[in-house]
């Protein structure tokens, strides 16, 4: 999925935008996976899936609705995410920082909690436009190598019991701690 209305990558280090790290990590686009995979390389003898238990969860994914024949409609849309700690902190955060920085999801990458003004409403937007491409994403049959990937390593951990099954009060604890 190619990113249209590019924003340049975060490096904020505040609080705010820290605080994601420590309550509800970011979401991974097929894409991300090669340079994750180099951010984060899979222990030696380390079958793919296994590296993807320790550093993946397979999430239910944002809620997001969309007009459809009937009227709006909610759904989630499936998504890989960096997993957590027992703390809720993810795997990558040390420290009060992201050992994967330069490699990190999408969802990590290009999003500041401390926005404001028009800043803010050009994160929403790609924000949505990010979610609508991966929705479509899982509706179709060809994909890349790397959608391919992204479809049978959120499939094994699904399966496997790798979850991220908590989205809305995740969602709603990160809100609070981000609300000034």
């Known amino acids: 999925m190619k990113r249209k209305n590019k924003i340049k990558r ?13 309550v509800l990590t970011g979401y991974l686009l097929p894409d991300d996976l090669p340079r994750y995979l180099e951010a984060a390389p899979p222990a ?11 550093n993946l969860l397979a999430s239910q994914g944002a809620e997001v609705c969309r007009h459809g024949p009937d009227g709006f409609e909610t759904f989630r849309v ?8 027992e703390n809720g902190h993810c795997v990558h955060y040390h420290d009060g920082l992201c050992a994967v920085h330069t490699g990190s999801p999408t969802g990590c990458a290009m999003f500041n909690a401390c926005a404001i003004g028009a800043k803010a409403a050009k994160q929403d937007a790609l924000a949505n436009a990010l979610q609508s491409g991966l929705a479509a994403f899982w ?29 809305t009060e995740l969602a709603a604890e990160y809100r609070a701690g981000v609300v000034e």
């Open 10 to 22: 975060t490096n904020c280090r505040c609080e705010k935008c820290r605080h994601g790290c420590t």
């Open 78 to 85: 499936p998504s890989l995410v960096p997993a957590t700690r």
């Open 44 to 54: 030696a003898g380390d079958s793919l899936f296994r590296w993807a238990e320790k």
């Open 139 to 167: 509706g179709a049959d060809a994909t890349t190598p790397a959608g391919t990937l992204y479809k049978e390593i959120w499939r094994h951990l699904w399966d496997t019991g790798h979850r991220r099954e908590n989205v």
